[in-house]
């Protein structure tokens, strides 16, 4: 019941009304985080956080960009991809974070 809950929510925080899946529509979630050193961002939403949630239809192309902070650079993907932006179908449920590495 709680995850049920959590997932109405999310699509509801994180879709515009258009987007809103209907009752029997099929979602996927996926949650980005930033480490240290900086932010990541959904290339649609153009808001830099330290984490976000994303629910869309499975198959889904995605966009995400990480962004350092002062002192720090990219280093990559926790799933070890390395491009930046990156975008990706959205198959099933995924987190992913990105990493960064101060500058020494």
Request: aromatic letters at 12%; hydrophobic letters at 40%.
């Amino acid at each position: 019941m709680k995850k049920l809950l959590l997932l109405s929510l999310l699509v509801l925080f994180n879709c515009s009304k258009e987007e809103l899946p209907d009752s029997n529509y099929a979602v996927v979630v996926l949650t980005a985080y930033a480490s240290e050193g900086g932010y990541v961002r959904s290339i649609k939403s153009n808001k830099g956080r330290l984490q976000f949630t994303i629910v869309r239809p499975p198959g889904s192309e995605i966009t995400i960009d990480a962004l350092p902070a002062d002192g720090y650079y990219f280093f990559g993907w926790s799933n070890g991809w390395i491009p930046n932006p990156l975008t990706f179908k959205l198959n099933s449920d995924m987190e992913i974070t990105a990493v960064f590495k101060q500058i020494k």
